[in-house]
């Protein structure tokens, strides 16, 4: 008899309902330069032109429509969630003891590398993390198109679970972020549908 894991579909309820929303982030300010010999020139300041928060038909669609038919099987649940400044899909399988969840961020005001940093930190990995019983930080890496992929072990019920969270460039105001939690045994199954996603990186190691 095949023994099903509890389902971590809770867990992931949590951090729908905890994380910041990214409509609420703002480009830090430019960063001083660092001091010269010669005068610094007088660059006039120019203040971003921020859009809505809210997202639109297009948000939707995209967010829905991103996976394709990888997540179409009779085992995988769906649920979205549209609120101010993202739209939330999650997929879940009791059968799998697995999740999937992907978010369409929207920052108003736009972003740069520099804000993913300050966005996706150690106290933003806690506030999603918080649930578990534990979690560890194990990899990160990213390629040159600013496609970043975050790797971490967490323990939920006494289970061990693999997770990847990947960051996407959509464009000047989207980002995307895509997060799949397998149990640790289901590590072939993992790989596919990373494969799936990401197949320019599937791993950091």
Known sequence: MKIIKPSIFLTLLFFLSSCQIPGAVIPNAT??????????SVVPKVTPVCISS???QDDIDT???YTGDLFSELEWQRTYTVSDGRVAVTW????LGSVAYLEALIF???YEELDLDDFFNEENWQVIFENYES????????MDDGLRLYQFKAVEQGYDYDIK?????????RVLGVMIVFPVESTSLM?????????DLTSCK
């Open 92 to 95: 879940f399988s009791d059968t």
């Open 108 to 110: 108003p005001c736009s």
């Open 63 to 65: 967010a829905l429509s």
């Open 54 to 56: 809210e997202p639109a």
């Open 31 to 40: 960063r001083p330069p660092a001091a010269t010999l010669e005068a610094a």
């Open 165 to 173: 969270y990947w960051v996407e460039n959509d464009t000047d105001t």
């Open 135 to 142: 979690y560890e930080h194990v990899a990160e890496c990213r």
């Open 191 to 199: 790989d596919d549908y990373s494969s799936e996603l990401f197949p």
